[in-house]
C-alpha cells in the first residue's frame, strides 16, 4: 500500500503490488484510488471486508510514530504483541464517528470487558488482603478503587490523554483530559492486556496500577472495619455509638503497648490491646462484636 501525503487533508491510499497476492482479485484492485475519508464499500467487494479492516488498522498505526507506541508501552510496563489491541483501546467513538471509515473499531466494547476484567481482579486481591471483611465492606472499597476520579488519575499519571485518538471537535474541546474519557480508556487498556497476554498479565498490569491504592485503602479499611460493624449494631439496638477509653501505654518505647475498652452507655462490651492505639480500638471492637452476638445468641435461646 502507497501512502500519498500531496494533499494533507485529504490523504490517499492506492492499492498496488501489496495485493498482488490476492488471486482473482489484483486487476480491479489495483486501479482503485481510495479516499480516506469515504467509505470503501467498492475495495470491500473487492477484495474482502476483513483484509480491509487490517489495511486500515495498518495504515493508522503508521501514521502513528512507533514511538508514541513504545513509551505508552513503557509506561504501562507491558509490551503487546498485538498492537492493533492497543490502537483499539486507544480510538475514542468521535475518532471513528469523524473518519467515517468501516471497520474501524473504538474502545467502547473493550472499556466493557475491561470493567469486568477490573472488578474481578480487585475483588480477589481485596478477599486476600482482608480475609475477614465483610461483603459490604469488601463493595465499598472496590467501588472505590474502579470509580471515574480513581480510573482518570491513574489514566492521568501515564499522560494517556496525549496517546489518545479522538475527533477534531472532541480534541477541540479538551477530551484529552475529561475525566469520563480518560477512565473509560483505563478500562479499556485493561481488557486489551488481557485479550493480548491473558490473565496473568492482566494481574500483574493491575497490581502495579492498584496495588499502593489497595494497601491505603485497606489501613483505612482495617482501621474502620471492627469498629463500623460494632457501631452498626450499637446504634438500632442502644442508640448510641461505642466509645473508647484508653489506659495508659505499658511496655518500653520501642515494644509500647496499647489498651482500649469499648463502652456503651456505661456498659465495657470489650478490651483489647495493640502496638497502637488504633490496632487497640480495633481489638476492643472486636471483642465488642464476640460479645454483643454472644448476648443475642443467649436471648433467642
Same mark, same amino acid.
Given at each position: 500500500?502507497?501512502?500519498?501525503?500531496?494533499?494533507?487533508?485529504?490523504?490517499?491510499?492506492?492499492?498496488?503490488?501489496?495485493?498482488?497476492?490476492? &488471486?482473482?482479485?489484483?486487476?480491479?484492485?489495483?486501479?482503485?484510488?481510495?479516499?480516506?475519508? &469515504?467509505?470503501?464499500?467498492?475495495?470491500?467487494?473487492?477484495?474482502?471486508?476483513?483484509?480491509?479492516?487490517?489495511?486500515?488498522?495498518?495504515?493508522?498505526?503508521?501514521?502513528?510514530?512507533?514511538?508514541?507506541?513504545?513509551?505508552?508501552?513503557? /509506561?504501562?510496563?507491558?509490551?503487546? /504483541?498485538?498492537?492493533?489491541?492497543?490502537?483499539?483501546?486507544?480510538?475514542?467513538?468521535?475518532?471513528?464517528?469523524?473518519?467515517?471509515?468501516?471497520?474501524?473499531?473504538?474502545?467502547?466494547?473493550?472499556?466493557?470487558?475491561?470493567?469486568?476484567?477490573?472488578?474481578?481482579?480487585?475483588?480477589?486481591?481485596?478477599?486476600?488482603?482482608?480475609?475477614?471483611?465483610?461483603?459490604?465492606?469488601?463493595?465499598?472499597?472496590?467501588?472505590?478503587?474502579?470509580?471515574?476520579?480513581?480510573?482518570?488519575?491513574?489514566?492521568?499519571?501515564?499522560?494517556?490523554?496525549?496517546?489518545?485518538?479522538?475527533?477534531?471537535?472532541?480534541?477541540? &474541546?479538551?477530551?484529552?483530559?475529561?475525566?469520563?474519557?480518560?477512565?473509560?480508556?483505563?478500562?479499556?487498556?485493561?481488557?486489551?492486556?488481557?485479550?493480548?497476554?491473558?490473565?496473568?498479565?492482566?494481574?500483574?498490569?493491575?497490581?502495579?496500577?492498584?496495588?499502593?491504592?489497595?494497601?491505603?485503602?485497606?489501613?483505612?479499611?482495617?482501621?474502620?472495619?471492627?469498629?463500623?460493624?460494632?457501631?452498626?449494631?450499637?446504634?438500632?439496638?442502644?442508640?448510641? &455509638?461505642?466509645?473508647?477509653?484508653?489506659?495508659?501505654?505499658?511496655?518500653?518505647?520501642?515494644?509500647?503497648?496499647?489498651?482500649?475498652?469499648?463502652?456503651?452507655?456505661?456498659?465495657?462490651?470489650?478490651?483489647?490491646?495493640?502496638?497502637?492505639?488504633?490496632?487497640?480500638?480495633?481489638?476492643?471492637?472486636?471483642?465488642?462484636?464476640?460479645?454483643?452476638?454472644?448476648?443475642?445468641?443467649?436471648?433467642?435461646?
Amino acid at each position: 500500500m502507497v501512502l500519498s501525503d500531496a494533499n494533507p487533508s485529504r490523504k490517499t491510499c492506492q492499492v498496488s503490488e501489496n495485493l498482488a497476492g490476492l &488471486t482473482g482479485y489484483t486487476e480491479r484492485v489495483d486501479k482503485m484510488l481510495i479516499n480516506r475519508y &469515504t467509505p470503501l464499500s467498492a475495495l470491500s467487494r473487492a477484495c474482502g471486508f476483513r483484509f480491509v479492516r487490517q489495511r486500515r488498522v495498518t495504515f493508522i498505526m503508521k501514521n502513528r510514530s512507533k514511538a508514541d507506541f513504545d513509551a505508552l508501552e513503557s /509506561s504501562l510496563d507491558y509490551h503487546f /504483541s498485538n498492537r492493533a489491541l492497543l490502537l483499539e483501546a486507544l480510538t475514542h467513538r468521535s475518532y471513528v464517528n469523524e473518519s467515517r471509515e468501516r471497520g474501524l473499531k473504538d474502545n467502547q466494547r473493550l472499556e466493557f470487558f475491561g470493567d469486568s476484567v477490573l472488578g474481578l481482579l480487585v475483588s480477589r486481591r481485596l478477599l486476600e488482603l482482608l480475609p475477614g471483611s465483610g461483603e459490604g465492606n469488601l463493595s465499598r472499597i472496590r467501588a472505590s478503587m474502579v470509580d471515574e476520579d480513581t480510573l482518570a488519575g491513574l489514566a492521568e499519571g501515564i499522560l494517556l490523554g496525549q496517546f489518545l485518538l479522538l475527533g477534531r471537535g472532541e480534541d477541540k &474541546t479538551g477530551g484529552r483530559g475529561k475525566k469520563s474519557i480518560l477512565a473509560d480508556a483505563f478500562e479499556a487498556l485493561v481488557a486489551a492486556v488481557y485479550l493480548d497476554g491473558g490473565f496473568d498479565a492482566a494481574a500483574v498490569f493491575v497490581e502495579r496500577f492498584f496495588g499502593p491504592l489497595l494497601e491505603r485503602s485497606v489501613d483505612d479499611a482495617v482501621d474502620r472495619d471492627y469498629k463500623t460493624r460494632l457501631q452498626e449494631l450499637c446504634q438500632p439496638l442502644f442508640g448510641v &455509638t461505642p466509645v473508647y477509653v484508653h489506659e495508659e501505654a505499658a511496655g518500653p518505647d520501642h515494644a509500647r503497648v496499647f489498651t482500649a475498652t469499648v463502652r456503651v452507655g456505661e456498659t465495657s462490651f470489650g478490651t483489647g490491646s495493640g502496638k497502637s492505639k488504633k490496632e487497640a480500638e480495633q481489638a476492643a471492637a472486636r471483642e465488642g462484636i464476640l460479645c454483643l452476638e454472644q448476648r443475642k445468641a443467649e436471648q433467642g435461646t
